[in-house]
């Protein structure tokens, strides 16, 4: 273990719980949003008790998602100098535009929503909720270009003298074609753990208490099932065109995805590999002739390389040394990642059908899959993320810069050591908290919305809300 | 103006928004412990920031942000260099974050005793911490030819910057205090004001001295000059809330967070770290820069969008603009 080592683990390891949160307040937002323009337009009063009560779950969830968030942006020159001095030139950028266009936005108009209930005329709040979903939007949209330019540099030229990449043309770090293809891709798999995460929460309702509110709780459920489904077809597609970006850009990732050695003209889709525990034999397969060709070319006949040429081209290339990630994470987090995410689109249509005409669910298989379904989704785009890190490796820019390189060279292992216990404990007891916070709102059902409202004139009236 | 100089500009600008903005609900965060009788007048405090800390926490993201894109040799040399302070500043961040949003969420004593804990000290951490980090910058650090921070936490540690750490922490307590005296009505706004000008005049000591001490240091007349505005608009800001004038005894102490900082960053100029060791191997605003090309880019997002960022913060404050007092807070929590 060196200081690397564990940088790399504290990356990884406050990356992903950051990331619990962010696909949850993308799709979220939105949802609340078509909640409150619900009741807007109808004036119905189960909209405006849907709004408060996801509002709510969205509100204690946005809370861990910003305290985890600064973590990211300071890690990079805390445990990654040497790569931040590498390409600060071009990733500072996408990253300070993400905080003025987007972060001021999602915080500011999140602050007028929550307060500003007998603040703002109904008009007026409503649009502060849509504003700050589309701040999650902006947001998403500079992230991933700048973690597109580690997927695949573009708009740069290197400088020897000083040692680094600079940017020559802004405009194709912003088209990348590997940003193009993972916005969509990332943002319907939001909107799959935003529909799972309603969804599931009032489809629990409805089979626990059926006779509290099961009206409102199924317009929810439709909500959240619909959304769930239509976002999940949209992120098989996109994943389908991601992935074939990918294997023109990164053919070592998705060879390894494949457990694909050998280079094949057409080559098959591994349903199940076996093989030995460091990953360089293969054991037992179960695979689809030629849908891997499809899948990664457009063609049933592509050809797709496979790992050994590809190991000896980039040696070629860059010269001696390992260029292939860790096959076993990289074959079984791209297939998790696609389990979890059809199991959650089939779990929502199940449901759906459970629900149709007015029927009242039971059975208690489908309340366990109600209470499993939020975290389908939410572990798709977990593995996902460490697919497209890990499957990156041994390069931090790929081409560019190896990630031993990029690590802090002053930094003791004491230090990283130190900060990854704090953050590891830390997030421990946050995530203890916000879990059961969640289970006691969600439990609690409906909130009720006083009958009469308090006039403006009144001065002394109790806030909508308090802290 | 050299793209170098006009980004420099623009983050000790980012840097001043965030001081005078998260200072003033650092403040309010201290005094949860500190002002507070009873559970009624802790969130009477805290709402009177509730919509408005996110927002200012905010301008620190984009503060390093900007230098990570302007100055990446800064940002790298700065975040690597100083890894526990930061550490314990993101910390005191995240406990206290999560402590505004997560106290009022259970109706239990014990649980919101706890989280108050946290804001408090969530609170008084960063007030501490960022003016010894700021002061170490001016003052320089070990930083050898590579721009590699080779000395240790201890080093960070000396008196002029723990001095400034206090500096910090009483002035951020006295901005909290005449904030919350501008956003309050009833007993707690005069309790407010009298704890500020008890504190703002126990700092007076402390105060002077570190400007002193940045005067001797630095010797530029600019230094001088903006040292004692920072002092005029201190006392300004006492006699006014001596006077009852909360709004302007809240603009003279945002000045004084202000005036500090200009004369650090102008103390700095052009340096953006000097070197302790050897002063060839300082990082300056030119060495430590981005391409033009990207300085260039970054200069039109950052002029066409900060007015536009100003003007909705701006309109949320004034949203928010009614005092506030302990009738306000609903009796029943949980129906709300």
């Known amino acids: 273990m060196d200081a690397l080592d564990i940088a790399r683990w504290q990356f990884g390891i406050t990356t992903v719980y950051h990331f619990f949160f962010v696909p949850i307040t993308i799709g979220t937002s939105f949802l609340v949003a078509g909640m409150q323009t619900a009741w807007f337009r109808t004036h119905k009063e189960k909209y405006l008790r849907l709004t408060k009560f996801f509002g709510k779950l969205f509100l204690i969830n946005f809370a861990m998602g910003v305290a985890t968030g600064i973590v990211q942006e300071f890690q990079f020159g805390m445990n990654w100098s040497d790569y931040s001095r590498f390409v600060g030139d071009i990733f500072g950028a996408p990253l300070a535009i993400e905080g003025l266009l987007a972060f001021f936005l999602e915080s500011t108009f999140l602050g007028l929503w929550i307060f500003g209930w007998d603040r703002l005329t109904p008009r007026v709040h409503l649009a502060t909720i849509w504003i700050a979903a589309v701040g999650t939007l902006l947001s998403s949209y500079f992230i991933l270009a700048a973690n597109s330019f580690m997927q695949n540099p573009v708009g740069f030229e290197f400088n020897a003298e000083k040692g680094r990449a600079e940017l020559t043309d802004f405009g194709a770090v912003l088209t990348n074609k590997v940003l193009l293809a993972t916005v969509p891709h990332q943002i319907f798999a939001c909107f799959m753990v935003a529909g799972a995460f309603v969804g599931g929460i009032a489809m629990w309702q409805i089979m626990k208490h059926p006779d509290r509110d099961a009206e409102a709780f199924r317009t929810a459920f439709r909500l959240g099932a619909v959304t769930l489904i239509v976002a999940g077809l949209g992120t098989i597609v996109s994943g389908d065109y991601q992935g074939k970006i990918m294997t023109e850009v990164q053919p070592m990732k998705m060879a390894a995805a494949e457990g694909l050695y050998e280079t094949s003209e057409p080559a098959p889709f591994s349903i199940l590999t076996i093989g030995t525990l460091d990953g360089s034999k293969e054991v037992y397969k179960l695979e689809v002739p030629r849908l891997l060709s499809y899948l990664g070319t457009g063609s049933f006949d592509g050809k797709v390389e496979g790992i050994n040429s590809l190991q000896a081209k980039y040696e070629e290339t860059y010269g001696a040394g390992d260029y292939s990630p860790n096959i076993p994470i990289s074959y079984w987090t791209f297939r998790i990642m696609i389990t979890l995410g059809g199991l959650a689109m089939a779990a929502g249509a199940w449901m759906l059908w459970a629900t149709r005409r007015g029927r009242v669910p039971s059975g208690r298989w489908l309340l366990r899959t109600a209470i499993v379904l939020p975290l389908l989704p939410l572990f798709a785009n977990s593995f996902g993320w460490i697919f497209t890190e890990m499957g990156r490796q041994p390069w931090i820019v790929f081409g560019l810069m190896p990630t031993s390189a990029g690590v802090s060279p002053g930094t003791t292992l004491a230090e990283v050591l130190t900060s990854l216990i704090a953050f590891t404990v830390i997030y421990g007891v946050l995530a203890i908290v916000e879990v059961k916070l969640l289970l006691m709102y969600i439990q609690r059902g409906l909130p009720e919305i006083p009958t009469e409202s308090p006039g403006d004139d009144d001065i002394d009236a109790p806030l909508a809300f308090a802290y | ?336």
């Open chain 2, 1 to 336: 103006m050299e793209l170098t100089t006009f980004w420099f500009i623009l983050i000790a600008v980012l840097w001043i928004g965030y001081l005078v903005l998260e200072g003033f609900d650092f403040g309010v965060g201290m005094l949860v412990g500190a002002l507070a009788q009873d559970d009624t007048e802790r969130r009477v405090l805290i709402n009177t920031i509730g919509p408005l800390w996110d927002g200012n926490e905010v301008w620190l993201l984009v503060a390093g942000g900007a230098t990570f894109a302007a100055f990446p040799e800064w940002y790298a040399t700065l975040f690597s260099g100083f890894y526990l302070p930061l550490l314990l500043i993101l910390i005191a961040l995240i406990v206290r974050g999560v402590a505004f949003e997560f106290r009022g969420k259970r109706n239990e004593r014990a649980w919101r005793r706890n989280w108050d804990i946290a804001i408090v000290v969530g609170s008084a951490v960063p007030a501490l911490l960022w003016g010894v980090a700021l002061a170490n910058i001016v003052r320089g650090v070990p930083i050898d030819k590579n721009h590699e921070y080779v000395g240790t936490f201890f080093d960070l540690l000396n008196p002029y910057a723990l001095l400034a750490g206090v500096v910090t922490l009483a002035v951020f307590f006295v901005h909290g205090c005449f904030f919350v005296a501008l956003k309050t009505v009833g007993d707690i706004r005069h309790r407010a004001t009298k704890l500020g000008v008890k504190v703002g005049v126990g700092a007076a000591g402390p105060a002077v001295a570190f400007i002193v001490w940045t005067g001797i240091d630095q010797g530029a007349f600019a230094v001088w000059l903006f040292g004692l505005l920072a002092v005029i608009s201190c006392v300004a800001s006492l006699a006014l809330a001596l006077a009852h004038r909360e709004m302007l005894a809240f603009i003279a102490t945002s000045l004084t967070i202000a005036f500090v900082a200009i004369m650090l960053f102008v103390g700095l100029f052009p340096d953006v770290m000097p070197s302790s060791l050897n002063s060839a191997w300082n990082l300056t605003t030119t060495n430590a820069s981005s391409t033009h090309y990207t300085l260039v880019i970054m200069s039109w997002v950052a002029v066409i969008f900060t007015p536009i960022v100003l003007m909705y913060q701006s309109w949320s404050y004034w949203v928010f603009r009614k005092r506030i007092g302990v009738q306000h807070i609903p009796t029943e929590v949980l129906a709300r």
